[in-house]
């Protein structure tokens, strides 16, 4: 098979303490991704620091078939969480056994950490200098032993290019969707996460997660206003319309949507209206300024400086990059 034609190789270091939800993250996201033919778009492969039986926090062991070296064909290396990473969480450096696990991996080669798999990259100097997330109960401890690092204890994931992060435990499944959706566009990465029953994108950042109640069954929501909203992307919205919808005052919207969603109204419509930009770049040869009108954003002035805040580039740029890639996906 051509280097074109091979799918991605993505190689998932485990270590003892594993958390096996975390293993299974990028095993069931990554495998799951195919292109418009059906081809699979990534290969997943995991190894240890040595082949054989690796430890987990449950009551069960896993058998790994490989050992580190075959982290030097990886395009894509990922490390889960661990709960007995010893030296690394405790003293910030790596061991001898780990480090030479490291040292096969190859320069350019995408790291990638769930939770407090973030460690072992900041161990081996990977998060110098790079912004990096990780459970919100461990990163003020992150912070402190990896001065370096800037941490953002806040958001989901942070992407760094050739690093990427993620908080805690499901945090890991927003990461490894993001991955899809920047190597191959949001039709194969929304297709993705409907076949894992999983939202595409969640909103907010861990915030939305810390020391905050569960709401009672009686409290009113803001799914009504979502859904209506997500009907009308292409049309003005005013926070009033929103709050109707609820039965609600603004100010009491306005404070319940940020509770539930870790953004504002504001702030999550822009959101879904970029998404729906994505789609119809991807999947439409519509000119600019209609992409503009049936995403909501008005004119091609306007949807270029939201995609452009949004994605990094211009949509003209993103349509060239993943036109191909979603179209008929």
């Known amino acids: 098979m051509t280097d074109e034609l091979r799918p991605h190789r993505v190689v998932v270091l485990v270590l003892a303490g594993l958390l096996p939800f975390e293993l299974g993250i990028p095993h069931r996201i990554f495998g799951l991704a195919k292109d418009s033919a059906g081809r699979r778009l990534y290969e997943i492969l995991t190894c240890g620091l040595a082949p054989g039986p690796v430890r987990t926090d449950a009551d069960f062991a896993i058998q790994v078939e490989h050992g580190p070296e075959l982290l030097a064909t990886a395009d894509?290396?990922?490390?889960?969480?661990?709960?007995?990473?010893?030296?690394?969480?405790?003293?910030?450096?790596?061991?001898?056994?780990?480090?030479?696990?490291?040292?096969?991996?190859?320069?350019?080669?995408?790291l990638v950490s769930i939770c407090t798999g973030g460690y072992v990259l900041a161990a081996a100097g990977y998060l110098d200098g790079r912004p990096a997330t990780t459970h919100w109960?461990?990163?003020?401890?992150?912070?402190?032993?990896?001065?370096?690092?800037?941490?953002?204890?806040?958001?989901?994931?942070?992407?760094?290019?050739?690093?990427?992060?993620?908080a805690g435990v499901a945090a890991g499944v927003d990461l490894c969707l993001h991955i899809v959706r920047r190597d191959h566009g949001a039709a194969v990465a929304n297709d993705t996460a409907r076949r894992t029953v999983v939202p595409p994108h969640r909103d907010g950042g861990q915030a939305q997660f810390i020391g905050r109640p569960v709401p009672e069954p009686q409290q009113a929501s803001t799914?009504?206003?979502?859904?209506?909203?997500?009907?009308?992307?292409?049309?003005?919205?005013?926070?009033?319309?929103?709050?109707?919808?609820?039965?609600?005052?603004?100010?009491?919207?306005?404070?319940?949507?940020?509770?539930?969603?870790?953004?504002?109204?504001?702030?999550?419509?822009?959101?879904?209206?970029?998404?729906r930009a994505r789609q119809l770049l991807e999947r439409t040869e519509l000119p600019m300024e209609a992409v503009a009108r049936e995403a909501g954003f008005g004119t091609a002035q306007s949807l270029r400086k939201h995609v452009q805040a949004a994605l990094g580039v211009s949509p003209t740029a993103y349509r060239r990059t993943f036109r191909a890639t979603g179209a008929g996906a």
């Open 137 to 166: 109960a461990y990163a003020e401890h992150f912070q402190r032993m990896f001065p370096a690092v800037r941490v953002d204890a806040d958001v989901l994931y942070t992407d760094d290019g050739d690093v990427l992060t993620s």
């Open 223 to 275: 799914t009504a206003a979502r859904a209506w909203v997500l009907d009308r992307l292409h049309e003005p919205v005013r926070l009033s319309d929103l709050a109707r919808q609820e039965a609600m005052s603004v100010r009491t919207f306005t404070r319940r949507f940020r509770q539930e969603s870790g953004v504002s109204p504001g702030e999550w419509i822009t959101g879904q209206r970029v998404e």
């Open 76 to 110: 894509t290396v990922v490390v889960p969480a661990s709960y007995e990473l010893g030296p690394v969480h405790d003293e910030g450096r790596l061991t001898d056994g780990l480090a030479a696990a490291l040292a096969h991996i190859r320069p350019g080669t995408r």
